[in-house]
């Protein structure tokens, strides 16, 4: 909104005595934002079109042609992929949809109690509550993940996919932000209403506060989509079965195996490029609906 | 009628508690407990008695602080916590400096393709670690890297990004490629939060948009500064998944490179779970005192601020 307010402004601006040689000079200003804004989009591309034209080539072009040079083997390097071990490489596209797609669901609903609870009600150890789940933030991953194995492993629990699923069900990013987003969405009076009809305090979260609460549990989602997509170094500790790896996991090991065989690099590279491209359609399509602001936790009241 | 209102405030009083019972087993399961479990083991040791072999030889026993006086003469320990710190003052500098740049460009008037740019910017973020230090390390790899390509047709000389002083800005390019999109959109956000009448006075008194950007947008988005640093510090000291990738592909990433691939190195490598607790410990505990010490710090400079 405040763009738009702006930029109606400026040519106004420049009507006044005060920026009498303004016309040439913004005119320059304004090329050096959009120069700089397409050098760094040059920056962050670069890779992402290195990988889409190295999927293309054969192995022995790899090394032979220019390396933003398209190659002619794209349909073979998918045929040796999908050779590769029986196909294991689909399998592991599959689980990390899995993981992703059903931890991020749960993640969201555990998050939109949360969230709600701490935004509408007040009860004692709120605070501290809140405190406690959101010290989990700091914690560094490694420092979890182990004593996890180890404790799941005298559950024996391990290398199987709940090991992967469960430790990530709990994010306490989500539900600072479904915290926020409760608080901005869901007005008390809407909330004492519903209990003046004597409606449950259950029927009222999922009849009227959850509804007003669900562009920011997108957004929790996919966050938390991204995030277990992402992850590494939980399967990697979990994890032995290759039948069960997400798709990280996976290329690691195919990276491992093909560091002294470059004959695995087109390999790797081809499902390299193929983990991208899931990711960034889901992008594409949901940007629309994926309030970005809200990753920071600003919400317009 | 006042049975049932009393029920009904029961109900009110208990709901909340219920609404925070799953994320409440949660925690305690995979938060508390293996947090605790951590702590608890990291006083504990194997004691070996005889060979080693046969039921009872190895039994667990408590080990005091030995553990941690180990982690603190271990100098694997001490040569990754100091390559962190020299990565992180790459990183962390150029990074915000970057997510700042592009915020402030995107925020400016009559800029062009900025819906384009501000999503290629962001787009490492959708992109795995474990993935983007794959490309990039096939892009440092002399064999298939346009940047050779380019240095070899030039004539320069061809340094070896994956050894040295090289290693550290390859590493670090990594993390500023993949997380200066997410901080940008943080800063970003928090300008266009700023009314544009703030802007209009210093327009009238002829401010150009440099002097604008450093007297007022940077000031006043200073609080979302602060976030992204501390959060940037946090993930630095937390780098595992890069190193960890780019290590088949040269033989300087030892398995110890940073503080957390030596944990994990311990606890897996070598099976030495109980030295691994204490370093674990170690560095929670490092963590935690930055980030108290670091948000007191903001916020006693928030007051002073609002004071002054």
Not at chain 1, 239 to 266: I, K, W
Not at chain 2, 133 to 157: E, I, K, N, T
């Amino acid at each position: 909104m405040s763009t738009l307010a702006v930029r109606k402004a400026a040519p106004a601006a420049g009507t006044t005595p005060g920026t009498a040689q303004g016309p040439p000079l913004r005119r320059r200003i304004a090329l050096i934002p959009t120069v700089t804004l397409l050098l760094g989009a040059i920056y962050t591309l670069l890779p992402v079109a290195w990988v889409v034209i190295a999927s293309t080539k054969s192995g022995h072009e790899l090394f032979s042609t220019f390396t933003f040079l398209p190659g002619t083997g794209f349909a073979d390097n998918l045929k040796d992929l999908d050779a590769y071990r029986d196909g294991v490489y689909w399998t592991w596209m599959g689980n990390s949809a899995l993981y992703a797609g059903l931890g991020a669901l749960l993640s969201t609903a555990v998050s939109a109690f949360s969230g709600y609870a701490l935004a509408t009600y007040r009860f004692k150890g709120r605070e501290t509550m809140f405190n406690v789940l959101l010290a989990g933030v700091l914690m560094p991953p490694v420092i979890l993940a182990i004593p996890q194995y180890l404790l799941l492993a005298k559950a024996d629990l391990t290398d199987s996919y709940l090991s992967v699923l469960l430790p990530q069900i709990l994010s306490p990013y989500g539900v600072y932000l479904a915290r926020i987003y409760a608080a901005a969405a869901v007005p008390a009076d809407v909330v004492e209403a519903g209990r003046m009809d004597g409606a449950s305090e259950w029927r009222i979260f999922t009849r009227i506060a959850l509804p007003m609460m669900i562009p920011g549990m997108v957004t929790v989602f996919l966050f938390q989509f991204v995030a277990i997509w992402n992850n590494f170094l939980l399967p990697y500790i979990m994890l032995s079965d290759d039948e069960r790896f997400p798709l990280t996991l996976g290329l690691y090991t195919l990276l491992e195996q093909g560091a002294n065989t470059p004959a695995l690099y087109t390999l790797v590279i081809t499902g390299a490029f193929l983990a991208v491209l899931p990711l960034i359609a889901l992008f594409l399509v949901i940007q629309r609906f994926w309030s970005l602001d809200l990753l920071s936790g600003a919400v317009k009241s | 009628m006042s049975s049932s209102t009393s029920r009904r405030s029961y109900g009110v009083k208990g709901a909340p508690y219920g609404f925070l019972l799953p994320a409440t087993i949660l925690f305690a399961l995979f938060f508390a407990l293996p947090i605790g479990y951590a702590v608890w083991l990291s006083f504990r040791k194997v004691h070996v008695s005889g060979l080693g072999l046969g039921p009872g030889a190895r039994q667990e026993v408590w080990a005091g602080l030995e553990n941690y006086t180990g982690a603190f003469r271990d100098s694997e320990l001490l040569d990754g916590a100091l390559r962190v710190l020299g990565y992180g003052c790459v990183v962390v500098p150029v990074m915000l400096g970057l997510a700042l740049l592009f915020a402030l460009m995107l925020d400016s008037d009559r800029v062009r393709l900025a819906p384009f740019t501000r999503l290629a910017i962001f787009l490492p973020y959708a992109i795995p670690g474990v993935v983007a230090a794959l490309l990039w390390g096939f892009l440092y790899l002399p064999d298939v890297s346009p940047f050779y390509f380019v240095l070899d047709r030039l004539g320069l000389p061809q340094p070896d990004l994956l050894d040295g002083g090289p290693l550290y800005l390859a590493l670090s390019n990594i993390a500023v490629w993949g997380g200066t999109g997410f901080n940008m959109i943080v800063i970003y956000t928090s300008l266009r939060s700023i009314p544009a009448e703030v802007y209009e006075a210093a327009k009238l008194d002829g401010a150009t948009p440099l002097q604008i950007a450093l007297r007022i947008k940077i000031p006043m988005v200073a609080p979302s500064l602060v976030l992204t640093f501390f959060f940037s510090i946090i993930a630095t000291l937390q780098v595992f998944n890069e190193p960890t990738t780019l290590k088949p592909l040269t033989n300087s990433v030892n398995t110890t490179w940073s503080p957390l691939m030596k944990v994990y190195q311990d606890a897996f490598g070598r099976n030495d779970i109980y030295s691994a607790a204490a370093e674990a410990t170690l560095i929670a505990v490092v963590t935690l005192l930055l980030s108290f010490g670091f948000l007191r710090a903001a916020n006693r400079r928030n007051k002073q601020e609002a004071a002054g």
